[in-house]
């Protein structure tokens, strides 16, 4: 791949099976199972996709629901193979893409802010000098030792999003979890991708706000049904997108 690159994306296929019939009992399903009779459509989620993505770019994905933006997200973090094509990134990745993806919910915060650590790599030395920040970020010292079952959606993306940011990753792709963050909260996370972005952090958003998208991104892909519709300067693809339709 070429050095100024942070991804290459080529000709990405994203098949999955889907079963075509519905059953009026689990013992049809069996039955149809064990006789091979049963059928499913080979629905394409992704078809033959291909852009790059320049290190230190902030770079946007919109399209409708279901256009396959989450599952290209998943396809660049290695979350998911494709089934065809080739995906190449250059750098350490930090995904922030499903909610409460990477906590276990019946333990508290601070014992999550230890787990998550764990699971990225880093030492208990280097946690507990992070650990400050985290919180702080995130402010919810107060809810430190709640379960974060009982935390809302906003409460667990503040905790994703510090912990993600506490390093700065070459490559940090944030899937919608800006949107649950109540206005003050996106504020921050914005300051803070800004700030990566001097430190050539390359980041990739996908969002519904698109005015969000034309206030962070420079460059920006438009998916429709699972194909590149239009790619570039993210002003340019942000009021195309926002036409479509009534012209
Ligand atoms: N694991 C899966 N199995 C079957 N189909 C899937 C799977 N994951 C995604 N799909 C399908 O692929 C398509 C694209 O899904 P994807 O989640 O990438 O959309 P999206 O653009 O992120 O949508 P949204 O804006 O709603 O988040 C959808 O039709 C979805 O049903
Ligand atoms: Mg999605």
Redesign the pocket.
């Known amino acids: 791949m070429k050095s100024e690159n942070a991804v290459e994306l080529r000709d990405i296929e994203?098949h999955?099976?889907?079963s075509k019939e519905k059953f009026d009992s689990l013992k049809e399903l069996f039955l149809r199972f064990v006789t091979r009779r049963l059928m499913f459509e080979d629905?394409i989620?992704l078809n033959k996709v291909s852009f790059d993505i320049p290190k230190g770019d902030v770079f946007g994905i919109v399209?409708?629901?279901?256009?396959?933006?989450?599952?290209?997200l998943k396809i660049i973090s290695g979350i998911l193979t494709p089934t065809k094509g080739k995906v190449e990134t250059d750098g350490t990745i930090a995904p922030l893409i499903e909610l409460g993806a990477g906590f276990d919910l019946d333990l508290t915060a601070r014992e999550n802010i230890y787990l998550n650590g764990s699971v990225l790599g880093y030492s208990k030395k280097f946690m507990d000098e992070k650990f400050d920040d985290i919180v702080e970020f995130s402010e919810l010292r107060e809810f430190l030792d709640t379960p974060m079952k009982n935390y809302s959606s906003g409460m667990v993306a503040r905790i994703g999003f510090a912990i993600a940011t506490i390093t700065k990753p070459d490559i940090l792709i944030v899937?919608?979890i800006l949107a649950v963050g109540d206005f003050k909260f996106q504020e921050k996370c914005e300051q803070r991708i800004n700030s990566m972005i001097n430190g050539d952090t390359t980041v990739i958003i996908?969002s519904?706000s698109i005015d969000q998208i034309e206030r962070l991104c420079k460059h920006c892909a438009w998916?429709e049904k699972?194909k590149l519709k239009m790619i570039g300067d993210a002003k340019e693809v942000c009021n195309a997108y926002k036409n479509q339709g009534t012209n």
């Open positions: 994203m999955f099976n889907m629905f989620a399209g409708l629901n279901g256009s396959g933006k989450s599952t290209i899937d919608e996908v519904h998916l699972g």
